[in-house]
């Protein structure tokens, strides 16, 4: 696997979106891809979203709303 400096940026600036904002829908909304098949993974292995709709979904579940 080749380092990839697009993915890198994507990842600093949703770091940064959360570090500032919070764990939000907005930030969601701006920072995540409403393309098909587009895989969250988080820091669990067993922490695995797949599409945008069920990323929305799992923080909206979150946040108590």
């Not at 080749?2 to 764990?23: M, S």
């Not at 701006?30 to 993974?41: A, D, I, K, N, T």
Request: net charge negative; with cysteine; proline share 3%.
């Amino acid at each position: 696997m080749q380092p990839c400096d697009e993915l890198k940026n994507i990842v600093l600036q949703n770091y940064r979106a959360h570090a500032t904002e919070g764990y939000s829908l907005d930030v969601v909304r701006r920072c995540y891809s409403h393309q098909e098949g587009m895989l969250f993974v988080g820091t669990d292995p067993k922490e695995r979203l797949k599409g945008y709709e069920a990323i929305y979904r799992y923080v909206e579940s979150t946040m108590g709303g």
